[in-house]
């Protein structure tokens, strides 16, 4: 099984409400990601975590939040949102072989498609 | 910083013509390359990847690229494209000594296959 699950699938909020994105995996992976993908554009790394430890930020604004509360989830609190933050936002996670040579192979969701009014 | 580049942004092909995908990447180090695929209004999906070993990589749906490390290319191969394979299709590369995957995305490639 390599699925990896979101929710929502949609999600429209206005600029002062406070979201959450949920993502799952149950194929005992060790990392996880989020990428911000803006339409017809490639997906662009926001956060990593493996072990449930935040291990990448990307210059992220903080109204993006990440959060790990254990290996199998993943989430992302929103709040404050800006209209150009709507986007496509993808999950993903891999087996995180650590030390200095990786070998992962990353696992996508289907994504939260979210509109900031 | 890593930069891929897929210099082919819109391809229209017939049924049962060869397709041929360019992917070049700046890093000079070891690198682990990939193709994904994202079909209309599905996620993601991994086509193939190179680790190590063999520069010819098969993945599914027939597709397969080769790694030609002198030219930092990782381009993508099908000898007859169906329907099905319409399609955005984005190489990606990550840096293996970072210890983390830290994927960088080409601006991806769509492809549109007439029947």
């Known amino acids: 099984d390599t699925e990896v699950t979101q929710t929502p699938k949609h999600l429209v909020m206005g600029m002062t409400n406070k979201k959450s994105l949920k993502c799952e995996q149950h194929?005992?992976?060790?990392?996880m990601y989020w990428y911000k993908q803006k339409a017809k554009k490639p997906p662009e790394l926001m956060f990593v975590?493996?072990?449930?430890?935040?291990?990448i930020n990307e210059s992220v604004p903080s109204r993006f939040s990440p959060e790990c509360p254990n290996s199998s989830l993943l989430n992302l609190h929103l709040h404050a949102l800006q209209p150009e933050d709507s986007a496509l936002y993808l999950c993903?996670?891999?087996?995180?072989?650590?030390?200095?040579?990786?070998?992962?192979?990353?696992?996508f969701g289907p994504g939260t498609r979210l509109t900031v009014l | 910083a890593q930069s891929v580049s897929q210099h082919n942004h819109h391809v229209i092909l017939s049924e049962a013509a060869s397709l041929e995908l360019g992917c070049n990447y700046s890093?000079?180090?070891?690198?682990?390359l990939f193709w994904y695929v994202q079909y209309p209004g599905q996620h993601l999906q991994l086509l193939l990847k190179?680790?190590?070993?063999?520069?010819l990589v098969k993945g599914i749906k027939g597709f397969e690229a080769e790694f030609i490390k002198s030219k930092f290319s990782f381009n993508l191969r099908k000898p007859s494209v169906q329907w099905s394979d319409t399609a955005e299709y984005f190489c990606?590369?990550?840096?293996?000594?970072?210890?983390?995957?830290?994927?960088?995305f080409g601006t991806g490639t769509r492809l549109l296959v007439s029947p």
């Open positions: 993903a996670s891999s087996q995180f072989s650590g030390g200095g040579y990786s070998t992962d192979t990353q696992y």
């Open positions: 194929m005992g992976h060790r990392a």
């Open positions: 975590y493996s072990y449930e430890k935040l291990s």
């Open positions: 890093y000079g180090g070891t690198v682990n």
């Open positions: 190179y680790f190590s070993g063999d520069p």
């Open positions: 990606a590369v990550n840096e293996v000594n970072t210890g983390f995957q830290k994927l960088v």
